[in-house]
């Protein structure tokens, strides 16, 4: 594949969610830390960027084809590649492959925010919970979480595909239960949801959720799919799925490197 005869890889794809990185705290060998590409009608959108995720990104779409990133809080797991980011933005662009700055938006409530512009390559914008931001096909909305450094849950609506009520997909971003984000999923396709601890651990670590949480979490709310994420480096991962499906009764998966899913008319696609 050369940089002249590469064809847009997001031209005509079908709306999607592919979960990149989904690691809390530190990737795993070879896998990465919370990051989450949207594609649909030719645009790719990130939700988080953490450590390992670029190159992962790099196997199924060159980094030049990414429109934007969209940042839940800044903490390391959730933005460590996004300086790394910016640098091939800059490349891209004096090679002439990237037409457009990098788009990056995040909240305005830390410091972090300053980190979002890089130049005339990567341009940082602010949003709150009052925000609506349009990328190409996608609509995202934002609700204020429950975390130690301000965090946002992100909504994300496919005109022409949601239904008017309800979005194909909420990420949680980092946060503790939040009736917030009950009523922000209500309905939702797709929770991609944090779910940090085992249930033995439920309400002992501020601003994270056990596998119940989320599974009470997901029944709640009335979605579709649960799928948990920001998995933890310890225990087995069989009884965080056991223990959100329980309290949850419907269809839950555990995220994976590369797992990609539908969004409209859901499917999982791999
Ligand atoms: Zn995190
Ligand atoms: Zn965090």
Redesign the pocket.
Known sequence: MTDKTHANANAGHPASLTVIGHWGAYPGPGEATSCYLLRAEGSAVLMDCGSGALALLQRILPLHEIDAVILS?Y?S??VADLGCLQYAARIDMDLGRRKKPLAVYGHKESAGFHKLSYLEYAKGEGYDASCKIEIGPFSFEFAPMV???P?YAIGVRLPGHSTVDSKALVYSG?TGASETLVEFSRGAQILLCETSLYDAYRGKIF?HMSAGEVGETAKRAGISTLVATHLPHFGVHADLLSQATQAFGGDARLASTYMTLGLGSFQWMS
């Open positions: 809080h903490h797991d959730h975390h130690p450094d965090s980092d601003g």
